[in-house]
């Protein structure tokens, strides 16, 4: 029974001596407990059993206290280690093993958890990954299938690598698109491109792009396009950009029957990203590019589309969207506008 009854008196005991307790002070009086996960110049992040992670605006804090070792980053660059006090005037001391040092509260930049990563390494981490870039990439699939009075069957893949940095993107992107009905092919073309975008002078920049195509139904054997000119960035938001950008191309074209035609011409483009919901993230892209020579003679491609996450992953999504190309001056016999209305499973990494 002794045994039990000290065993029990040590159990409830060691909340108290094994757990840091860390105060903060507000303005208005109030004291909150928990742990100093980490302060930054702006706001002091206290974690606790009863609200789980509080937000505390530095503006109204008037001091806090630290159970435990902590690093302290002073206005000056000084880097100190120990156990944190203040004294209700606006003073900190910082006690290590060997010394007491005494500061103004306001003085202090941030804080952090001896176990942390210092972060200010992270910060600089962070600017020398935005400098370099960091790929991105991503496969979509998008099948459709029917059997009964008519038996058909099509496919469409896409894949594209990105490269983005604070300073410039570039990408690489390939499509293939096949359909059969009742053993009749009905699609099939391929599709292959990159673009590169440098921002010398934010939000300017210029971009060089290349495409090829071939889709034998409209009688395509192969299309080339090149384009350069100004880009511009209008707003540029983690949830929601939109870019535009307007240059000089050329297209040369050659069709199944041997003729060739070949332009200079116009490059006019827009990008836009929306992140209106947290479930939901739109993309549009525009493109369209006349014919110096003949601005009846043009190309314009959009496509629109709405990426809404599986379950909690952030790596698989589904993409609902439409795709138009419309060619204004078609090979003989073909329409001028091919519109495709899609579903497609997408994987990112």
């Given amino acids: 029974m002794r045994k039990k009854l000290i065993t029990l008196v040590c159990v409830m005991a060691m909340p108290i001596s094994s757990y840091a307790i860390d105060t903060v002070e507000t303005l208005d009086g109030g004291v909150l407990t928990g742990t100093i996960t980490s302060i930054t110049k702006k706001t002091l992040i206290l974690e606790t059993s009863y609200a789980g992670d509080i937000t505390l605006q530095r503006s109204q804090i008037k001091g806090f206290d630290t159970d435990q070792t902590v690093f302290v980053r002073l206005q000056n660059g000084a880097t100190l280690e120990g156990q944190v006090h203040h004294d209700g005037d606006g003073q900190l001391s910082i006690t290590d093993q060997d010394e007491t040092i005494t500061t103004a509260t306001k003085t202090v930049v941030e804080t952090w958890q001896t176990e942390a990563t210092d972060p200010q390494i992270l910060r600089t981490q962070a600017k020398i990954d935005n400098l370099q870039g960091t790929w991105s990439y991503q496969a979509s699939l998008d099948i459709v299938g029917k059997k009964g009075n008519s038996d058909q069957f099509g496919a469409s893949v896409l894949l594209d690598a990105t490269r983005k940095s604070i300073k410039d993107t570039l990408k690489f992107y390939g499509s293939l698109e096949k359909e059969t009905k009742n053993d009749v092919d009905t699609a099939d073309e391929i599709i292959l491109g990159s673009e590169y975008t440098a921002y010398y002078a934010d939000p300017w920049g210029w971009y060089v792009r290349g495409e090829v195509e071939q889709d034998d139904f ?45 332009s200079p011409t116009l490059d006019f483009g827009l990008a836009h990203e929306w992140q209106f919901a947290d479930w939901a993230r739109m993309t549009n892209q525009l493109t369209y590019a006349p014919a110096i020579n003949d601005f009846a003679d043009y190309l314009l491609t959009h496509d629109s589309g709405v990426n809404i996450p599986i379950g909690f992953s952030n790596y698989w999504n589904l993409r609902f969207g439409l795709r138009n190309d419309y060619k204004s001056l078609p090979a003989d016999g073909r329409e001028k506008l091919d519109t495709s209305y899609y579903s497609r499973l997408q994987l990112k990494w």
């Fill in 218 to 262: 409209e009688n395509l054997d192969l299309r080339t396009i090149l384009g350069s000119g100004l880009n511009y960035r209008v707003f540029n938001e983690e949830d929601h950009s939109l870019e535009l950008r307007s240059g000089l191309g050329y297209r040369h074209e050659s069709f199944n029957d041997g003729t060739t035609e070949s």
